[in-house]
């Protein structure tokens, strides 16, 4: 359950950027969790709503994550696809062997704020 | 807006309205403070010449064990020290004191995995153990978990995920992110092979599949097989 620790992370970073702007209240937050980061969204959200109660700055904040895909590049002949699951194998060469690239970002993009 | 925010009660109204709606851009990393600590531990590590290798696995895999065994098989030869990371207790860490070489015990206090500021007070506190602060090859031993501690850089040059052969070998399949992270895969307990269902083969495929550049041992740190490639591996790192 390490999402509870990224979710105090997540509100550690809203605290500074309120203070930052002197904005007294988060509306919405805005992420990308890509799919081989680690994090299930579930349990995220989950953490969210259970700590961002906690504070008025966060009180009643909507959390919107998006999944970015992944790029799969081909060990074999290098082609490159884009993907949210892992494919199988590489379309041009049928090579099983690809090495994943990105897709592990937890990133916050915005943060709307009043 | 002015009948809420109490601008209202007061005569000169001359403030800007900062509180009105605004979307800042951000765009960066929850784990940017994270990270941020594991690069200033690896400048850490590589000023003070170490090599920190961080270790992955369940509980009960055989991390510990596999330390004691290495340093054994390195005394005298290459100095070694060990962050033990734990939920409760420091028994792990009087395992490895007891082989004589500095040790810090980190507790997490119930918290799932170790994080890069803990590696930050932890490798202080072993520079002022004796020989703490001559060390070559630093282990960090991660709490016994498959799944958090991958997310979390530590600053260490090299990640090794281990799996025990009792523990199945579908492990790969099922905790992806801690084999696409590290570069050395080590299959333990390979002595109690034939009394388990555990095709090395194919948890080696798996693992392959998920990152191809997975160097994949297999050894028993108990019957010594298979030992001498992990202690390769040591010796290639080090240099």
């Known amino acids: 359950m390490h999402e509870m620790s990224l979710v105090q ?23 990308d969790i890509g799919p081989l980061s680690g994090v299930v ?15 008025n700055l966060t009180k009643g904040a909507k959390l919107i994550i998006t999944n970015p895909p992944a790029t799969y590049q081909c060990i074999r002949c290098g082609h490159r696809q884009t993907s949210l699951i892992r494919p199988d194998h590489c379309p041009e060469c049928d090579e099983t062997l690809l090495i994943p690239e990105g897709g592990d970002g937890i990133i916050l993009n915005k943060v709307e704020m009043e | 807006m002015c009948d809420s925010c109490g601008c209202d009660l ?23 403070a994270n990270d ?39 005394k005298g030869k290459i100095r070694i020290g060990v962050l033990e990371g734990d939920i409760e207790t420091d028994r792990d860490a009087q395992r490895i004191r007891a082989k004589g070489v500095p040790v810090i015990q980190i507790t997490t206090g119930g918290a799932c995995h170790l994080d890069a500021a803990q590696i ?67 299959i333990t307990k390979t002595d109690l092979l034939p009394y388990f ?12 599949h998920l990152n191809p550049r997975l160097q994949v041992m297999a050894l028993s740190a108990t019957s010594g097989e298979g ?13």
């Open chain 2, 120 to 186: 930050h007070k932890g490798l202080h506190l072993l520079e002022q153990e004796p020989g703490g602060d001559q060390l070559d090859l630093l282990f960090i031993e991660n709490v016994g978990n498959l799944v958090c501690p991958a997310t979390f850089d530590l600053g260490e040059h090299q990640r090794v995920v281990l799996v025990s052969v009792p523990e199945g070998p579908d492990k790969p399949a099922k905790y992806p992110k801690a084999f696409i992270s590290s570069q050395i895969f080590v």
């Open chain 2, 36 to 74: 941020a600590i594991a690069a200033q531990n690896k400048a850490h590590f590589e000023a003070m010449g170490i090599v920190a290798i961080n270790m992955i696995s369940s509980p009960g895999s055989g991390k510990t064990t596999l330390l004691e065994k290495t340093i054994e098989r390195l």
């Open chain 2, 227 to 239: 030992f001498e490639a992990w202690i390769d591996y040591l010796e290639t790192v080090m240099q």
């Open chain 1, 9 to 31: 992370a997540l509100l550690t970073q809203l605290a500074t950027l309120a203070a930052e702007h002197d904005k007294k209240r988060v509306i919405t937050v805005t992420l």
């Open chain 2, 10 to 32: 007061v005569n000169n109204h001359n403030h800007s309205h900062e509180h009105d709606p605004q979307v800042i851009e951000v765009h960066q990393s929850l784990l940017a």
């Open chain 1, 41 to 55: 969204v579930d349990s995220f959200q989950f953490g969210f709503d259970i700590l961002s109660a906690e504070s």
């Open chain 2, 197 to 208: 269902d555990f095709p090395v083969a194919e948890a080696r495929a798996d693992a392959l």
